[in-house]
């Protein structure tokens, strides 16, 4: 079982909707989570992190769910430059701070 | 600018020949980090460093090689590659002591025939 699962979809969405990704972790040691945005053959960055009590940056919620081991990435009003691939990323404690990443979900929004 | 480099951003080479990717951060980070990602696989890690003169595998080391001399470049050196490591390689950086906040540059994407 990987470490960080995701469903890779792709989600295929029309301008306007709301999505909501999931992303599941395996091991209960894992201390910090985070959301990074990849675009086609680029490189990956941080879209936010994920606070314990959830948290809102603009049209993006990011909830966290320790007993369940799931967070979670609300988009709401999805814009044509929201597609891209969205990476679930664990920091597990005693783990040389490794970051872990889940295999992406990709997001397609259609006009 | 606050940036991670890579150098190349691509290369075709044939099995054998050694090659080396450089990377460089000029944050200070005391963190660096290799990666490669394959398709429906994601992102693995190959190395990582957390200090100078300090490495550590990753989830998928064999058949790398890095070093850290200096704070601010990681390279990764592939002795004898093989086409199994035709890839995207990502390097990438982060501060330990501050936010968990991870700088990738901007890929090299390697072919071996």
């Known amino acids: 079982r990987k470490e960080v699962e995701q469903d890779p979809g792709p989600f295929n969405v029309p301008e306007g909707a709301t999505v909501a990704f999931n992303c599941t972790y395996s091991n209960s040691a894992s201390q910090s989570f985070f959301w990074y945005r990849q675009d086609c053959r680029k490189e990956p960055k941080l879209l936010m992190s994920?606070?314990?009590s959830g948290n809102e940056d603009g049209r993006f919620t990011a909830q966290l769910n320790r007993a369940s081991q799931y967070i979670s990435l609300l988009i709401r009003d999805s814009k044509l430059s929201d597609s891209a691939t969205y990476l679930c990323?664990?920091?597990?404690?005693?783990?040389?701070?490794?970051?872990?990443f889940g295999g992406g979900t990709r997001l397609m929004v259609k006009p | 600018e606050a940036q991670v480099t890579q150098n190349p951003r691509y290369l075709i080479t044939v099995t054998g020949k050694k090659l080396t990717v450089t990377c460089s951060q000029n944050m200070n980070h005391e963190y660096m980090s290799w990666y490669r990602q394959d398709p429906g696989l994601g992102l693995r890690q190959i190395y990582y460093?957390?200090?100078?003169?300090?490495?550590d595998k990753g989830d998928v080391p064999e058949g790398y090689k890095v070093s850290r001399k200096e704070k601010r470049n990681f390279p990764l050196i592939l002795e004898s590659p093989s086409p199994n490591q035709t890839s995207l390689y990502f390097c990438a950086s982060r501060n330990l002591a501050g936010g968990n906040e991870q700088f990738f540059g901007p890929g090299t994407r390697l072919t071996v025939l």
């Open positions: 994920v606070y314990s």
């Open positions: 460093s957390m200090n100078v003169e300090v490495t």
């Open positions: 990323v664990v920091n597990i404690r005693n783990a040389g701070n490794m970051l872990t």
